[in-house]
């Protein structure tokens, strides 16, 4: 694959496991509120808003991030078949 393919799918994979930390940090007691938790609401909120306004919560359970990381997938895949298409 090209380097830049390569480089998207790194800069995905490594955003969806900033997703997947910062919803373990809400597991933890003050976590999202030490600096590194405020760090990564930083850099995750912005992505995860529009998905919290379209999908409410299923009672205590938020299933936003689950299809925020899905969409990522998704564009993943869209990104290796696009570049396969030209290629």
């Keep these: 694959?090209?380097?830049?393919?390569?480089?998207?799918?790194t800069a995905i994979?490594?955003?969806?496991w900033l997703i997947i930390i910062y919803i373990f940090m809400?597991?933890?007691p003050n976590a999202r509120e030490s600096g590194f938790g405020q760090m990564l609401g930083r850099i995750v909120e912005p992505y995860l808003e529009p998905?919290?306004?379209i999908i409410p919560p299923l009672g205590m359970i938020d299933i936003s991030p689950i299809v925020a990381i899905i969409a990522l997938r998704l564009a993943e895949?869209?990104?290796v078949e696009i570049f396969r298409m030209f290629m």
């Design 1 to 9: 694959m090209g380097a830049v393919v390569s480089l998207l799918i």
């Design 13 to 16: 994979n490594i955003y969806s």
């Design 26 to 28: 809400s597991w933890v």
């Design 51 to 53: 998905f919290r306004r």
């Design 77 to 79: 895949r869209g990104v």
